[in-house]
């Protein structure tokens, strides 16, 4: 987990609830991103304080998503508005020989900031490509782009990495010395995201590509 020189948290990212569980390193961080399809968006309007999931994928050094221009969190995170984005991935259950050290095999990542406003054109296109991208690397050559009006349409946001935090526990049940005898099991139940077979639609004649006959070996 060591790729790179550790950053220096800031007072929002300094983990202190069991931090020798932290991680500051980039790459880190970017392999929490690239596994997950969604993150968490939490915000206060003002009025109340609300947390959205929405879709998500990594460009670079920063974190994007998309919505549409008329919807609520894009008008929020277009606002300049202070943020706070989570990404977990739950690997597994931890059963210890007491209740109490039960705990979870996780890595988690949050990003703290604001959004910025894709304007540019084409780099709104390239990152809209790169979500096909992530969806299925090739779909972008075969599926119809976004038309102008879809696009006029569709806000891409981006938000810096430069201020963020993951958290990783995998360890083995952690027992109180005099719970180590007790007659109860103890160990790891792993948890993991499946690929499921492909569920075709009313396609014809069309060959299946590539990607979609390897989704199941992939996972």
């Given at each position: 987990m060591n790729q790179q020189s550790p950053s220096s948290p800031s007072p929002r990212t300094r983990i202190r609830r069991l931090a020798e569980k932290a991680s500051y390193e980039q790459q880190t961080l970017?392999?929490?991103?690239?596994?997950?399809?969604?993150?968490?968006?939490?915000?206060?309007?003002?009025?109340?304080?609300?947390?959205?999931?929405?879709a998500c994928w990594r460009i670079g050094n920063a974190l994007y998503v998309h919505g549409s221009n008329g919807g609520r969190l894009t008008k929020i995170l277009t606002a300049g508005t202070q943020v706070s984005?989570?990404?977990?991935?739950?690997?597994?259950?931890?059963?210890?020989r007491s209740a109490f050290n039960h705990s979870m095999h996780y890595r988690s990542a949050v990003i703290y900031g604001t959004f910025e406003l894709v304007e540019d054109k084409q780099a709104k296109i390239a990152a809209m490509d790169a979500l096909m991208d992530k969806i299925a690397a090739g779909r972008k050559h075969e599926a119809r782009p976004g038309n102008a009006k879809?696009?006029?349409?569709?806000?891409?946001?981006?938000?810096?990495?430069?201020?963020a935090a993951c958290k990783i526990s995998n360890s083995a049940p952690s027992d109180d010395e005099e719970d180590m005898q007790l007659p109860v099991w103890a160990g790891v139940l792993p948890l993991a995201v499946k690929h499921g077979e492909p569920m075709h639609a009313d396609n014809g004649s069309i060959p299946t590509p590539a990607y979609v006959t390897g989704w199941v070996k992939t996972a």
């Open positions: 970017y392999a929490v991103i690239d596994e997950a399809y969604l993150c968490n968006i939490a915000f206060n309007d003002g009025t109340s304080t609300h947390c959205i999931p929405t984005v989570a990404i977990t991935h739950l690997d597994g259950l931890v059963l210890a879809e696009l006029a349409a569709t806000s891409v946001m981006r938000i810096s990495l430069d201020e």
